[in-house]
């Protein structure tokens, strides 16, 4: 069985600062995982995905994610936040294949960024 | 760009209605999905279709109901609405079944049952 587990609720830094969104994943295979950010009243968007290629990832607007088999983590980083990052962000793990039930999303992590 | 597109963002129903929610993807993917997603309980998932008439059961189906006659459509329904199934439904799709596809998903329906 796999589940997500993102770390911190709620996240708050200031502009300009370093992002730190944690995430712990629990999978009896090689997972692939992957970072969507939602926006207020948007849907989600993907940010980036590890598939057992290279351990770190990069993504969209500056984000990129290492992929730590050892602490079985996937921690989304930014080195400078801005303000239009600012949105709520899910970590999820997928494995196998044949169903939908192999998809298992985290609870989210809501951003805040202060001027 | 797959663009993933949903039939209504705001929807207002009365309790006992028949809800017929419609969710379309423009980019011949196999696989679609039905989520539901309400403050501290992230998303949840309804129903989830394979291919086209292919349907599974998610975590949460009960009061729902789907169909996928054409590979492109997936519509969620609801038999008869209840003030509990107000929420914001988002609808997604994936190219396959394999792990190591990301889902693309449509803007969401917020759904109000009074």
């Known amino acids: 069985a796999q589940s997500v587990t993102q770390l911190d609720s709620h996240v708050s830094v200031s502009e300009g600062t370093p992002v730190l969104l944690r995430c712990n994943y629990s999978?009896?295979?090689?997972?692939?995982l992957f970072w969507y950010v939602q926006h207020p009243n948007k849907g989600l968007q993907l940010l980036l995905k590890?598939?057992?290629?290279?351990?770190l990832v990069k993504g969209i607007n500056g984000f990129e994610a290492e992929f730590k088999k050892s602490e079985t983590s996937f921690h989304l980083t930014k080195p400078s936040a801005h303000m239009s990052d600012a949105a709520e962000y899910f970590c999820v793990v997928s494995e196998g294949s044949g169903s939908a039930r192999q998809l298992t999303f985290g609870s989210g992590t809501q951003l805040t960024v202060l001027p | 760009d797959v663009k993933v597109t949903q039939s209504s963002r705001y929807l207002v129903k009365r309790t006992g209605e028949k809800v017929f929610l419609e969710c379309v993807q423009d980019m011949d993917h196999e696989n679609m999905f039905w989520y539901r997603q309400d403050p501290g309980l992230g998303l949840r998932l309804i129903y989830f279709s394979y291919d086209v008439k292919m349907k599974e059961k998610g975590d949460i189906p009960e009061g729902y109901s789907v169909s996928r006659e054409k590979k492109e459509r997936f519509s969620l329904i609801l038999e008869s609405a209840s003030t509990n199934q107000t929420s914001m439904y988002l609808c997604?799709?994936?190219?396959?079944?394999?792990?190591?596809?990301?889902?693309?998903f449509g803007p969401g329906t917020r759904l109000t049952v009074t």
């Open positions: 997604a799709s994936r190219y396959r079944t394999d792990s190591f596809y990301e889902q693309y």
């Open positions: 999978s009896s295979y090689s997972p692939s």
């Open positions: 590890y598939t057992s290629a290279a351990t």
